[in-house]
């Protein structure tokens, strides 16, 4: 019967160590959680500046509901696109750098929406393998070929543009892996989409707000200013603290993307709740060096109190630091044994990274005191 193959599905996942848990948070999120009645130390989350709790976001987003009310009431084109939301979409386009922005309601979403307008059959994405979920199901949403080149590998992208017939190109990646925490060579990137005439689109969801002048994003951390290849994605939910995404580009392809994405037209208009709150969000990003001096002050202490175990770190810039344990069931084991200490780490495992690589993957925020970096590090120890 059709029901026991899904029970058999979950049996399996469980015995693989791969079923998961969800937890209930019993307060806001910040490095202190409280779940099942009990306080632990959260290293989870992607509130990579601590805005998610912010008072001045939650000062912006009451007086934004008390003007604008919480739905917006309709999809953007009808009549859902309200002032802040513009507003939101300049600010965004002037701190990228970028000639316009385009709002959408989630990184997922604007993924979707960004390469499915963009490519079709007959046209060919040249993706990294350790790009995101959301960009992998956009590729398969676009019918384009989907060709894949190894992790960070430029000279197998390189071969694989000089031998594609392809109408379309595009070159596709995250600006930050989300699991690894590591760059991509932006750089050396752009080169390529030139050379092979090609759009380069790049999701920076961990980059900005944390990389680059002012938190501006992996395009500024290279010093690439905007180019009208470039598709720049970054969402809003992670170190912006809110929900959402935005796509930053050229007024031809903002346009373009406002006239055909589909997730853009076919959804309701985020609430102006979340866009007064951003506004907010993107002034203390600006003004928010110091910030990021802790961030890096407590990934320096994490990396150095790991240094010399069987755990090593990923030598990762950014807030994400995984530490690699390989076993699924292992992971696992680690993940609760620090759990029971009262620290909450993620034990992340295939299919969201490759077999034999499960890992903790520690995320840092600017809210972190080093006090809470160092209980992890000392439990770290103990159990390596
Ligand atoms: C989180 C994430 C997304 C999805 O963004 P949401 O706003 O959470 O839907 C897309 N790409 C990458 C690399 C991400 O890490």
């Not at 900005?208 to 809003?236: K, Q």
């Not at 170190?239 to 006239?259: C, K, M």
């Not at 202490?301 to 950014?318: A, E, H, I, K, V």
Request: proline share 4%.
């Amino acid at each position: 019967m059709i029901w026991n193959e899904l029970e058999n599905g979950l049996t399996d996942l469980e015995r693989e160590g791969l079923k998961r848990v969800r937890r209930t948070l019993e307060a806001p999120c910040g490095p202190l959680a409280r779940v099942d009645g009990r306080d632990l130390i959260s290293f989870c989350s992607n509130d990579y500046l601590g805005l998610a709790n912010d008072p001045k976001l939650i000062e912006a987003a009451c007086a934004g509901a008390k003007k604008w009310g919480v739905g917006s009431g309709a999809s953007h084109l009808v009549s859902g696109h309200l002032s802040p939301h513009e507003e939101l979409e300049e600010e965004l386009a002037a701190f990228t750098g970028f000639p316009r922005a385009l709002l959408f309601s989630t990184g997922y979403m604007a993924n979707l929406g960004i390469i499915v307008a963009l490519v079709g059959r007959g046209d060919a994405v040249f993706a990294d393998k350790l790009n995101h979920a959301s960009l992998i199901d956009a590729v398969q949403l676009s019918r384009a070929d989907h060709q894949r080149y190894p992790h960070g590998d430029l000279d197998a992208l390189e071969r694989l543009l000089a031998a594609s017939k392809a109408k379309r190109k595009l070159i596709l990646t995250d600006a930050v892996f989300s699991m690894d925490g590591d760059l991509a060579p932006l750089p050396e990137l752009l080169q390529l989409a030139e050379r092979f005439d090609a759009w380069l689109v790049i999701d920076d969801a961990h980059g900005f707000g944390v990389l680059g002048e002012h938190g501006c994003g992996s395009l500024s951390h290279f010093d690439i200013p905007a180019n009208p290849r470039i598709l720049y994605m970054g969402t809003l939910g992670k170190a912006a603290g809110a929900a959402g995404a935005f796509v930053a580009a050229s007024d031809t392809v903002v346009e373009w993307l406002l006239q055909r994405a589909r997730t853009y037209i076919f959804t309701t208009g985020s609430s102006p709740v979340i866009s007064c709150a951003l506004l907010a969000s993107l002034t203390l990003i600006r003004e928010g060096d110091e910030r990021r001096r802790q961030l890096r002050r407590l990934t320096l202490r994490l990396q150095n109190g790991l240094s010399g175990t069987r755990w090593q770190l990923m030598r990762s810039p950014t807030a994400i630091q995984p530490v690699i344990i390989g076993d699924n069931h292992e992971t696992l084991q680690v993940a609760l044994a620090l759990f029971d200490r009262g620290l909450w780490v993620p034990a992340i495992r295939p299919p969201t990274v490759p077999k034999g690589t499960a890992r903790l993957r520690v995320s840092l925020s600017a809210a972190h005191r080093e006090a809470h970096v160092q209980l992890l590090v000392d439990a770290l120890r103990e159990l390596a």
